[in-house]
């Protein structure tokens, strides 16, 4: 089925420089360049690829391949990645009579439109303007392609295809580390961490119908208005998953996933657990 993936939202500016990519020792440091300002978030580097490419690739790990990508600020910088795409970066090749025979390959069979969806869109008229690229898909799925996951999306996907529901949204415990704090005028009656509270976050997975489109308004929010109203009508339903989920909204968050990528811990890489370690 078809990947709608939200990737045309501002970019967030690194005031940071990364470590060097796994390989490299004291005698080659990465040289940081500040990325311009218009490079958006899914395009941040994660090891030696942006998190747009580690999503892709978990989806077609679950064997969908077929990509709608809504672009918008920084356009540019997603299209040029893919056009001159270079295969050798993350596997393993021959090179014989200066003729390059991969081993293996990341997008060979992949299918990726790419739709100018607006600069300052909001989600959900991103998805109405990609309505087009998915007509005749009765199930389809959608992602802001900054977050990363071990979640089982087969199970996710069964689970919806077996409900009466017009969108489901993976959701997972509040990821806060500050304290929430209960009082009684001036006096505090309990301190709980945000995490321990009965509530939960969108997770940015969903799984959808074609219904979901007769609830986005013209320039409307896919979360509060198309999914607020379907949850109105009861059919929203949820998939709680407590496994590792990762988003990348800050550089904090984003340099955590690196550092993970570099020392070897990469649950969100399943593709690695089928094929053996690669980058």
């Known amino acids: 089925m078809k990947v709608v993936l939200f990737c045309g939202g501002h970019g967030m500016r690194m005031s940071h420089p990364r470590p060097g990519l796994p390989g490299e020792g004291a005698a080659a440091p990465r040289v940081h360049h500040e990325p311009a300002d218009d490079v958006p978030k899914p395009m941040q580097l994660v090891g030696q690829r942006p998190l747009l490419w580690h999503v892709m690739r978990y989806y077609a790990h679950f064997g969908h391949t077929d990509f709608v990508l809504c672009l918008g600020d920084g356009a540019r910088h997603i299209t040029d990645f893919f056009l001159t795409y270079t295969e050798t970066a993350s596997n393993d090749f021959v090179l014989r009579g200066g003729q390059v025979e991969l081993l293996s390959t990341d997008i060979s069979d992949w299918s990726v439109t790419f739709v100018h969806t607006g600069a300052a869109s909001s989600i959900g008229e991103r998805l109405r303007r990609v309505r087009e690229h998915v007509e005749g898909e009765e199930i389809f799925l959608a992602n802001y392609a900054d ?130 370690a690669g980058v």
């Open 147 to 276: 977050v990363l996951t071990d979640a089982p999306l087969d199970d996710m996907i069964a689970n919806f295809a077996a409900a009466d529901a017009g969108a489901s949204m993976m959701v997972v415990p509040p990821q806060s580390t500050f304290h929430c704090v209960e009082l009684d005028g001036t006096w505090v009656r309990t301190i709980s961490s945000v995490s321990s509270l009965p509530v939960w976050e969108n997770a940015g997975f969903f799984v959808l119908r074609q219904e979901i489109f007769d609830h986005i308004p013209e320039g409307g929010d896919l979360v509060e208005d198309a999914c607020g109203t379907l949850a109105g009508k009861g059919r929203l339903i949820a998939y709680p998953y407590r496994g590792f989920w990762q988003a990348a909204d800050t550089f904090k968050e984003r340099a955590a996933l690196d550092a993970a990528y570099d020392s070897g811990s990469r649950p969100w890489m399943v593709w690695e657990k089928s094929v053996g």
